[in-house]
């Protein structure tokens, strides 16, 4: 998510004028050196003088955060007798969801311009006909803003979500009543049904987005999801994917009486949560592993709290992370940053070997129903990691979020 339109941080000790952030977060696998953004910190004065610094090294101390988080957690899981009740009807909690939010709770997603150039170029007046589906559409954050700037007259936007509460504030937006160019249509639909949206057709659609959609299915229903999205889109036709990652602090933040499975959560207002691998997410849509390159890049950003969009839950506060040495600080160092852009080589594609249970074990049989894999090739997956600051609070907040690109074969 980018914050480019934000103002520079007050206190800053330098007239230089902002560097805009011009690359996507995470970056193309195919790229022999792939970029991490577009802004690196190198004088100590210029510290404050952007909204968000790339290559920052994540703490010392984060394993400990992880480890006290999971291990409390894990020792007050939801109650067998109680799980099914959460995974019965999961349309019905995000429909009293939106009843209590309205269209009031996500920001608009304008930032999927920058993550997702191919929607931008689909809107262009010469792009020719084009068919976009939003899956899990919520309120329109995402599609109503392409829609808006919408050039393509040819460009035919579908929108659906399994909360008919949902749909409808979809269909009660002035944009979806009088669309300035293009047409909208939104309709109630499941991702994981026998069934194929009411007005697409087998093979019909370019570009499908998942927004924060794959993360609120049960894993048994990966399979069913993946095979619709893989019927509903034309041969080349793309997925482009952005979703929780595994120990995102709002994973961190769930108290007792929440985890239903590893890595899976019930909030506070019933809704569920999964918080991904990167292989999770290759092995479903390809079969196999992420690659190296897609693990490239295992550092952070700095952001003003203010300043980035939240896709958060109400779950998801500002919570301060103080190290145990008690220093209290909240950012890292100079000394520590210095230390992370000196180590940026040809070998930084080096990581730590995944802990146990980090791949569900679900996807050690999955077979979508639509054939055997790669149903899919990968253009880009990849981690997006920031460290979000708020400094008249002292609080720091580390976000994880996983993004991806895959192509029908």
């Not at 160092?333 to 569900?360: D, F, R, Y």
Request: with cysteine.
């Amino acid at each position: 998510m980018s914050s480019d339109e934000q103002p520079a941080a007050e206190g800053s000790t330098t007239n230089k004028s902002r560097i805009p952030k011009t690359a996507s977060s995470v970056h193309d696998v195919t790229a022999d050196k792939p970029p991490f953004g577009s802004r690196f910190l190198t004088d100590e004065a210029d510290v404050w003088s952007q909204n968000a610094w790339d290559h920052v090294p994540p703490p010392t101390d984060q394993d400990e955060v992880i480890s006290a988080a999971l291990n409390k957690q894990k020792s007050a899981p939801v109650p067998e007798e109680e799980k099914q009740k959460y995974n019965e009807k999961p349309a019905k909690h995000w429909d009293n969801f939106y009843k209590a939010n309205a269209s009031n709770f996500f920001r608009n997603r304008k930032w999927l311009h920058l993550e997702f150039p191919e929607l931008k170029a689909a809107a262009e007046p010469d792009a020719g006909p084009m068919v976009i589906a939003e899956i899990g559409c919520g309120a329109g954050n995402a599609v109503f803003p392409l829609l808006e700037a919408n050039k393509n007259p040819h460009l035919y936007l579908k929108a659906y979500d399994y909360s008919s509460h949902a749909v409808k504030l979809v269909q009660n937006n002035p944009l979806y009543l009088a669309p300035p160019l293009g047409t909208i249509e939104s309709a109630v639909w499941d991702l994981t049904s026998s069934e194929l949206p009411p007005g697409l057709e087998p093979s019909s659609v370019d570009i499908i987005t998942l927004v924060f959609v794959l993360s609120a299915l049960h894993p048994k229903e990966w399979a069913n999801a993946i095979s619709n999205i893989h019927k509903l889109l034309k041969p080349g036709g793309l997925v482009l994917i952005r979703d929780y990652g595994r120990y995102d602090l709002t994973q961190l933040r769930f108290k007792g009486g929440r985890l239903l499975d590893d890595n899976f959560y019930i909030r506070g207002d019933k809704t569920r949560v999964y918080f991904f691998e990167l292989d999770e997410l290759a092995l479903l849509f390809t079969g196999s592993p992420a690659s190296a390159a897609s693990k490239a890049n295992n550092t952070l950003q700095i952001v003003e709290e203010n300043e980035e969009p939240s896709e958060s839950d109400p779950s998801a506060r500002a919570t301060p992370l103080t190290p145990p040495d008690g220093s209290g600080r909240t950012t890292p160092t100079l000394a520590e940053v210095e230390k992370s852009l000196s180590s940026l080589s040809a070998h930084a594609s080096e990581h730590a070997p995944q802990k146990a249970g980090a791949i569900h074990p679900i996807l050690e049989t999955l077979t979508p129903a639509e054939g055997s894999h790669p149903l899919f090739s990968t253009v880009q997956l990849g981690v997006d990691r920031r460290l979000i600051v708020n400094r008249k609070r002292q609080l720091k907040m580390y976000r994880v979020w996983m993004q991806g690109k895959f192509r029908k074969l």
